[in-house]
């Protein structure tokens, strides 16, 4: 059964820069489509950043303007969110999630199987 652990979130001030990790277990990570969301209370699930089975191409949601980068380590099986720059606005729970059908991967969090269970990004002014 394949697990998600994400890791590297925190609380941090606007301006910073945090680096997310999720490792998975279980499953061959490299079949596996990869995709970062985010939650802030009261809002519904955001799409962030995805990334195909390949790493060949990646996706960004309007959120991430050019601030974030997703990249896996297939080796390590363990795909990464580089965020720089964080905004209060990118206070929230972010999950990372695998696509175990789809060889591209998806903004869409109803095409994702498995989920972590999250870590919590908190921006203070």
Do not use: H
């Amino acid at each position: 059964q394949v697990q998600l652990v994400e890791s590297g979130g925190g609380l941090v001030q606007t301006g910073a820069s945090l680096r997310l990790s999720c490792v998975a277990s279980g499953g061959t990570f490299g079949r596996f489509a990869m995709g970062w969301f985010r939650q802030a209370p009261g809002e519904e699930r955001e799409f962030v950043a995805a990334i195909s089975r390949s790493g060949g191409t990646t996706y960004y949601g309007s959120s991430a303007g050019g601030r974030f980068t997703i990249s896996r380590d297939d080796a390590e099986n363990t795909v990464f969110l580089q965020m720089r720059n964080l905004k209060l606005e990118d206070t929230a729970v972010y999950s990372c999630a695998a696509d175990l059908t789809s060889e591209g991967g998806s903004s869409y969090d109803a095409d994702y199987e498995i989920w972590g269970q999250g870590t919590q990004v908190t921006v203070s002014s």
